[in-house]
Structures are given as C-alpha cells and as structure tokens.
C-alpha cells in the first residue's frame, strides 16, 4: 500500500509537472489528473489505517479469515485506484471502483473486528 501511496503520489506530480497545471481549481473534473489526484487522496485516507491493522494483526499469528480478510482488503484498494484512473469518467458509476470501494469497506470493518477477537 506504501508503493501504492507513494506511486499515485509522483504519478500526481509527475502530472502536474507535464501538464504545467499546479492550480487545483484548473483541472477538469473527468481529466487525467484529476483522476489520479482523486485516487492519491483517497489511498491516503484509507492505507495509513489499513497498514496499522495489517501490521498488528499479521504480527499476531492471525487466522486463515483475517489473512484473507487482509489480501481482499490490498487487492480492493488496487482495484478502487485502477477503477479511478483507467475506466473511464468520474461522472459514471464502473464496477471496478464499486468492487473497490466495498471490498475496501468490507473487510476493512472486518480487520476492524478482528482487533477484538
């Protein structure tokens, strides 16, 4: 999730350097960059807590369901960033972002349930 984070993050610069765009208020919604920029932000709003629970309950010899629970919740933050970026306008509703961004809700609160078992 770090190279994740990390990566959208010079993907966003390396964007706006290109683009010579630094002004926020100047990117067109379905653009591009506002896609990637979308995607950066709302990695760093959910990874910083997902690796704090994977971090402590991989650390706990965690059973099979939080294991899985922990890969469905990394392979839903990829298919979130991808749905975002690369299938299509913001303005319409794609399955890869909805997949994502349930999957990521899901076994999130899952993890989160994990901590009290």
Request: hydrophobic share 50%; with cysteine; proline share 7%.
């Given at each position: 999730m770090g190279l994740l984070l990390f990566g959208l993050g010079l993907a966003v610069s390396a964007?706006?350097?290109r683009s010579g765009t630094f002004n926020?208020?100047?990117v067109a919604v379905d653009s591009v960059l506002q896609r990637v920029v979308r995607a950066h932000g709302n990695t760093a709003e959910f990874a910083p807590l997902l690796v704090v629970l994977v971090l402590f309950l991989g650390a706990r010899n965690p059973p099979a369901w939080t294991v899985v629970c922990i890969v469905g919740a990394?392979?839903?933050?990829?298919l979130l960033v991808i749905g975002l970026v690369f299938?299509?306008?913001?303005?319409r509703p794609n399955?890869?972002?909805?997949?994502?961004a349930l999957g990521?809700?899901?076994f999130g609160a899952a993890l989160?349930?994990?901590l009290i078992r």
């Open positions: 964007l706006r350097m926020a208020g100047a990394t392979i839903c933050r990829f299938a299509g306008p913001m303005s399955p890869l972002r909805f997949v994502g990521t809700y899901l989160c349930l994990a």
